[in-house]
């Protein structure tokens, strides 16, 4: 079977949209860090729209940072891949244009470095998943204990990090005369735009003090929130595609129709329209960041570890199970008192569209996807909203059973037996500290010791640790969803 290439375009199905543009005259004005599915699904789509409206400077250069896997997908392709928008029984195809390829950082950093330090660049974007920021993800400061990092701070020239490319361009840009380009960070992380800025920051001034003072005055590293569910591609979502197009398509992404990005309106250059794209900018990133992390994300995180012990494949198979279902409601209901709502955030609206956008069949989001590095997506996600709600001496039941169905996933097994390899970047040390605990309370008390997820004072509350020891008994006696039961009764 032959590839989707831009020779393919034309033989396309009608109904599938295709760039309308001419690929040649676009010029490389963002350079993406991490092109995993998520920035081809979002970010990228609304460069493609920019290009479609005619401002040609927004082509998106990708980069991986770890595998050649994406740039396998899609340099083949010309670069070009389908975004299917699936909605129930409705299917929505649509052809990106927008990325000029993809460069593999390890293999060639210093060429990375310059595509990022070339005076079309504007925009840095990246998508590096939480632990790709080198931050503790208590303090957020930089680990200089991480190998990558101490490789970095001896040459920058060849960084490894996303931290260090950023600097390492960054520094180019800087003997170059030219401006610091904008660095948006896209992931989940509370304060985005402030942690990267603090790792560039600390990472820079070790190496060279008067650019770290040059970025810190010139450059900008605005906050965003940035929400699409877009689960992983499966190989039968390719089949299904090559079936459709009869062409393959190995770099397509699928997602929701759903689709949200805030950015503060905080810019070193030049930028798209974004107002016009649909971008929402704003002065206040915080209140929304809040708002999605502690709700969709938090919520999602649960439904992850409750139906994944409880042998629940998908999203919407948990959400399908009424005792869940209530209990994401509960666990909304304890979250959302720890909101400042921004204007424009309706959130009982919100609540019933998250449900909704939960229970789209047509994506087969997997728990098991969502499961992953928890360690790096608890903090903001249920334990500083539990940690607020402590403060003011309201009651944390159910995102204490979030918290407990973390731990218990740490365990690497089910509920009917079976085991699996917990992916997370501090598994080993919740293996090492669950082998040594002889019971479900020592089980408990071990995990909460760890300081890079838990924060000392919350680890110290009794009535935290009671909650979250009463919600992992309630799990290992009767299971998940005799648990959420339990919370919602
Ligand atoms: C999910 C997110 O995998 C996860 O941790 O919670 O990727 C989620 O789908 C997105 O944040 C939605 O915007």
Redesign the pocket.
Known sequence: MSRLNQAALKGLPADVAVPGYDRAQVKTGVVHLGIGA?HRAHQAVVFDDAIRRGDLRWGVLGASLRSPDVREQLNPQDSLYTLVVRDGSEEHLRVIGACAGVMVGPEDPAALVAAMADADVHIITLTVTEKGYRLDPATGDLLLSDADVEGDLVDIAAPRTAPGFIVAALRARKAAGLKPFTVISCD?LPHNGKRIRAGVIAMARRIDPSLADWIEAEGAFPQTM?????PATTPDDIGRLTTRLSVEDRGMVKAEPFTQWVIEDWFAGERPDFAALGVQLTDAVEPWEDAKLRL??GA??AIAYLGALSGHEHVHEVVAVPAFRAYVEALWDEAQTTLHPPSGLDIPAYRDALMARFSNAALMHRTR??A?DGSQ?LPQRLLAGAAERLATGQGIDAIALGVAAWMKWQSGGTESGETFVVDDPLAARTAELLAGAADDQARVSALLSLSAVFPPALAADDRFAVAVTGAYLSLSRNGAIDAAIQVVD
Do not use: G
């Open positions: 998520f989940n940035i929400d699409r569910i877009v969709l994300n999602h995180s996807q969502i992953m997506k």
